[in-house]
């Protein structure tokens, strides 16, 4: 009886194994990730967008050189063209020009707010995460009780207290994200306190204060520089939100909520009037979400 004798390659497909798919399948999808990381695109178009808006605010005279605050009345609700990129509105104002010109309101505003929320948010919750017990249950109940109230609510109860203005409405934001920060601080600070770094120093003879400016405190700030890029795009949406609301700075103020709150009247036949400083917005703030994103990555 003889036994049939299979060749190396008839073994390996009888066997079913095929190099192919193990070969091609396992690479591919690494090679695209690599490449994504390499070069993340929206990233660069993030960071972009940002970067513009900034030069806006700083130097508005160069995208926009006329003046935001007279117009033509002939030309009113011109729709968009090469002469007026986002149309005119109801007093022949160039759009373009007044939403260049409102980004210092409205980035100027939500950097305000982000200031207020990180300034007050971390040092409540450095407080609370180094000293612990009964302060820290203190500090942190006072800290639910501003998470239980609705953020809107509770900037417009400060703005009915302080009165209107971009200021006031930034300010107002500003506290509304205190708790944030202060719960994202106080559970790093209580995170980098158990490490054992902390411990070597404080057995190597180092003051409580010494550790917390040296050690603990550093090493807790990369998710706050993280959540405060997260809260620079809330903020101006909140602060749009506000001044669409009526709450914010006062015609003819070129803001951006105000834009969209003048034009809320003519969605009808001019569309352009709340459209495109509405897609402004949206712009400045998914890009300032996406940088946050990507800090906060980078920072585990």
């Not at 600070?189 to 490490?195: P, Y």
């Amino acid at each position: 009886m003889t036994i049939p004798v299979l060749s190396q390659e008839a073994t390996a497909q009888a066997a079913g194994q095929t190099n192919a798919p193990e070969t091609d399948a396992p690479v591919t999808a690494p090679l695209a990730q690599r490449a994504r990381r390499r070069h993340p695109w929206d990233l660069y178009l993030a960071i972009l967008v940002v970067a513009l808006a900034v030069l806006c605010a700083v130097v508005p005279s160069i995208f926009a050189p006329g003046d935001p605050l007279t117009g033509t009345p002939a030309d009113k609700l011109l729709p968009p063209s090469a002469a007026h990129w986002f149309g005119t509105d109801t007093l022949g104002r160039d759009l373009f020009g007044r939403v260049v010109h409102g980004a210092v309101h409205s980035l100027s505003g939500a950097l305000i707010a982000v200031t207020v929320g990180l300034a007050l948010g971390t040092l409540l919750g450095a407080i609370a995460g180094a000293l612990g017990g009964v302060i820290d249950d203190i500090l942190m109940r006072v800290v639910d009780v501003l998470l239980a109230i609705p953020g809107l609510l509770l900037s417009l109860s400060v703005i009915i207290l302080l009165g209107f203005g971009t200021v006031n409405a930034a300010i107002a934001v500003g506290l509304g994200s205190v708790a944030a920060f202060a719960r994202l601080m106080r559970a790093e600070v209580a995170r980098v306190r158990r490490t054992e770094f902390v411990e070597a120093a404080y057995g190597s003879g180092a003051t409580f204060l010494a550790v917390l400016w040296r050690h603990v405190l550093p090493n807790s700030l990369t998710p706050i520089v993280a959540l405060a890029a997260l809260q620079f795009g809330t903020a101006i949406l909140a602060i749009s939100t506000l001044g669409f609301l009526g709450y914010g700075a006062p015609p003819p103020t070129p803001e951006w909520g105000l834009l969209i709150a003048e034009g809320r009247n003519y969605v009808g036949t001019a569309w352009w009037l709340t459209a495109l400083p509405g897609l402004v917005v949206v712009a400045v703030v998914l890009s300032a979400n996406r940088i946050s994103h990507r800090i906060g990555r980078d920072a585990r």
